[in-house]
């Protein structure tokens, strides 16, 4: 983890799906806690899915994240051991949803 000037970000490994978004969803490579990206799968009746952080943040981070592929509206909620995705619709096959979570030092 880092830090600076009273904010953490988390780099220490890859964060991992705990349920929801469609059949088959993936972490990109390269993500970790604090930004990444999640391939949603099959897509078509999944409206939310939950990814569970490599390590617990100090505190509930502050979460943006956004629908890529199609500028859908995607909103999160986030714990300090995982965040919550959610969108109003189904997701699209294969709708790629980025995240970018900054904590607060404890």
């Not at 990444?36 to 994240?65: D, K, L, Q």
């Not at 995982?82 to 699209?92: D, K, L, V």
Request: proline share 4%; net charge neutral; charged share 10%.
């Amino acid at each position: 983890s880092g830090e600076t000037s009273g904010i953490r970000f988390q780099f220490a490994a890859a964060p991992t799906i705990a349920s929801g978004f469609g059949t088959t969803p993936a972490i990109s490579t390269g993500s970790t806690d604090t930004a990444g990206e999640v391939n949603v799968g099959t897509g078509g009746t999944a409206t939310s899915g939950v990814i569970t952080f490599a390590t617990a943040w100090a505190r509930a981070p502050f979460v943006v994240v956004t629908n890529s592929t199609t500028g859908a509206v995607v909103r999160a909620t986030a714990t300090t051991t995982a965040m919550t995705i959610t969108a109003p619709a189904a997701f699209t096959a294969s709708d790629k949803i980025n995240w970018m979570c900054i904590g607060a030092n404890a």
